[in-house]
């Protein structure tokens, strides 16, 4: 059974710091996926990683995936408000992105 | 406008009565996907379509259905709902493709009495 493991699950951090969530999982894959869910709303892809040592940014966030340790690492550099949330790492157990296991999901709150 | 939409978004109801929650794409996706998500347990597949008439269980598909007769639609059915099916409900959509994330409806939250 492929279990995927989430650090921390909660997280209240100060504006302008950096920080760093851990998803862990269990078995080979190497499609790991990002979401960002705002509370009462839907989920919204961050980062789609796809190979060993991917590695992608989008503002304040870079993600990367490390399929040999089967470790996956959301890095939030200078948190702002806006980046408050919750986040879902998403591990592909299939060949084709349809059979995704999610994290329990971290939750994220900024403070000023 | 490309979408995944969900009805409905609310529904409180007693055990025992069917319902339908109904989920449609328009962006000719060939996989579509329900889960479940409750606190503290992050979201759980239920049931997974990877095209027209092909469906398949996912983690947790005890007391649910659904059917894909069209490539658009993807209702799922609770013939007898009970409490612990009280929740809230996503529906996505992909293409076959893994460097394509899934695209995820607003959400159904269900209330079972």
């Known amino acids: 059974e492929l279990k995927v493991e989430q650090n921390p699950l909660f997280l209240s951090m100060q504006e302008g710091k950096n920080y760093t969530i851990y998803c862990n999982y269990s078995?080979?894959?190497?499609?790991l996926y990002w979401y960002r869910q705002d509370p009462g709303k839907s989920l919204e892809s961050l980062f789609v990683?796809?190979?060993?040592?991917a590695v992608k940014q989008e503002g304040r966030l870079m993600a990367s995936l490390d399929t040999k340790a089967r470790l996956s690492t959301l890095h939030i550099t200078a948190a702002v408000h806006d980046l408050s949330a919750t986040y879902f790492c998403?591990?592909?157990?299939?060949?084709?992105?349809?059979?995704?296991?999610f994290g329990k999901g971290t939750s994220l709150l900024v403070t000023p | 406008e490309a979408q995944v939409t969900q009805n409905p978004r609310y529904l409180i109801t007693v055990t025992g009565k069917k319902l339908t929650v109904t989920c449609s794409q328009n962006?000719?996706?060939?996989?579509m996907s329900w889960y479940r998500q409750d606190p503290g347990l992050g979201l759980r597949q239920i049931y997974y379509?990877?095209?027209?008439?092909?469906?398949d269980k996912g983690d947790v598909p005890e007391g649910y259905k659904v059917s894909r007769k069209e490539k658009r639609n993807f209702p799922l059915i609770l013939e007898s709902p009970s409490p612990n099916q009280t929740s809230l409900y996503f529906c996505?959509?992909?293409?076959?493709?893994?460097?394509?994330?899934?695209?995820f409806g607003d959400g159904t939250r269900l209330s079972i009495l």
């Open positions: 996505a959509s992909s293409t076959r493709r893994s460097n394509q994330p899934q695209h």
């Open positions: 078995t080979t894959s190497d499609r």
């Open positions: 990683l796809l190979s060993n040592g």
């Open positions: 998403a591990v592909d157990i299939g060949d084709s992105g349809y059979a995704l296991n």
């Open positions: 962006m000719n996706h060939e996989y």
């Open positions: 379509s990877m095209n027209v008439e092909v469906t």
